[in-house]
């Protein structure tokens, strides 16, 4: 059997409670528990806590290879070891000697299915007792004395034609149960490295290093990730900033006034045609949103919905239609959007979006301005491309 093995405390003092504080919209255990379930190779996934929180954040993901181990307070502390709880789990779920142990660090979330697989895949050729996950590094770096450590000065190499060194990333270690017991280590024997991509180099230790993942997350690895848009059965749209131009036009009577962008419109009856269901759901109930949904033939209209909150109202619309909200889109632009945006299986904003909501790491920034045609956007150059 091959486990892999996360151990996440809840006491956290740097950032409090970080393994499951939102990182690109997810809670940041999830990025590893996700990659691991998708690895072939990896049997269980135990997640071991001391937080009750995070206990249920983890079971909240659904995912049937995961086990949560509540781990003992002792081994929970600032100076108990990661050892210490490998060691406890060990001994407490009775593991043979010959299992595979793959201990998986929260703190790298960029680790994706590929490399948890190239790793086993180097572990199981058999020319190493255990494998750890590195970066090459192609710093300079010297010692205490003023002497160069790694590279001769007086012939500096050009980046391209210089080797580096290789950095431990704490992504990962594999090894056998047995060599854990006997060494009381992580790594056993002669070790293999698996080099990893330069942009996995940090660990999230700081606020810093949040910030600068979240980016790298984004460009490395969500980027990549292709949507299957065929899944998606509801639209859902806000309507000021997305429908219209968030401007509040008032007439010489006092009348409020909004501009609505009539290639929406067309897009709307495009995803009619199609099957798919619309919906509009907003904090405000006037009779000119009500009148504009009418003409749009939307299926479903939700005004006013504010004490509940707009995931409230989505959940409302998708139990009438017996679906989830993985299979939902929804456009949003301005915070109160956030909590929705954060849960439905596709996320867009209008490019001119509030900045909290353009930095949310799973959303789509379409290249449109709200009230200039973002679901015909959506629909055309994404949807039905």
Request: with cysteine; glycine share 8%; charged share 30%.
């Amino acid at each position: 059997m091959t486990l892999a093995f996360i151990p996440v405390r809840g006491g956290s003092k740097s950032i409090p409670l970080k393994n499951i504080k939102p990182f690109c919209g997810k809670p940041l255990v999830y990025w590893n528990v996700a990659a691991l379930q998708n690895a072939p190779s990896i049997d269980k996934i135990i997640v071991a806590t001391d937080s009750p929180i995070i206990k249920e954040t983890v079971a909240s993901f659904g995912f049937d290879k995961v086990i949560v181990y509540d781990r003992k307070a002792e081994n929970a502390c600032d100076t108990a070891s990661t050892e210490s709880v490998m060691l406890e789990y060990i001994d407490a779920a009775k593991l043979s000697d010959s299992d595979v142990f793959m201990l998986v660090q929260a703190t790298s979330p960029l680790t994706e299915t590929s490399h948890f697989e190239e790793g086993m895949q180097l572990y199981n050729k058999g020319n190493f007792n255990s494998i750890i996950s590195c970066v090459r590094n192609k710093r300079f770096f010297w010692n205490d004395d003023g002497t160069s450590k790694n590279y001769d000065y007086r012939a500096r190499p050009r980046r391209q034609e210089f080797d580096g060194m290789f950095m431990e990333n704490g992504a990962f270690y594999i090894n056998t149960v047995a060599n854990i017991k006997k060494d009381k280590n992580r790594l056993s024997g002669k070790i293999g490295i698996y080099e990893m991509p330069e942009y996995t180099a940090t660990e999230i230790d700081e606020p810093d290093d949040w910030v600068i993942l979240e980016n790298l997350m984004q460009r490395h690895v969500l980027s990549k990730q292709k949507k299957d848009y065929s899944k998606i059965k509801l639209v859902i749209s806000d309507v000021d900033g997305v429908l219209t131009d968030g401007g509040m036009y008032y007439s010489e009577n006092g009348d409020e006034l909004k501009k609505f962008n009539t290639r929406d419109g067309m897009a709307f009856q495009l995803m009619r045609e199609r099957g798919i269901k619309t919906a509009i759901i907003t904090s405000e109930n006037t009779k000119m949103v009500e009148r504009r949904a009418a003409k749009l033939h939307i299926d479903y209209l939700m005004q006013g919905k504010c004490n509940g909150g707009k995931l409230e109202a989505a959940n409302e619309i998708c139990e009438k239609m017996g679906i989830n909200l993985s299979e939902v889109a929804f456009v949003g632009d301005d915070v109160n959007d956030i909590e929705l945006l954060e849960e439905v299986g596709f996320a867009f904003c209008p490019s001119d979006a509030a900045e909290t909501v353009r930095k949310l790491g799973r959303i789509i920034i379409l290249s449109t301005k709200g009230g200039e045609g973002v679901i015909r956007e959506i629909i055309s150059n994404i949807l039905f491309k």
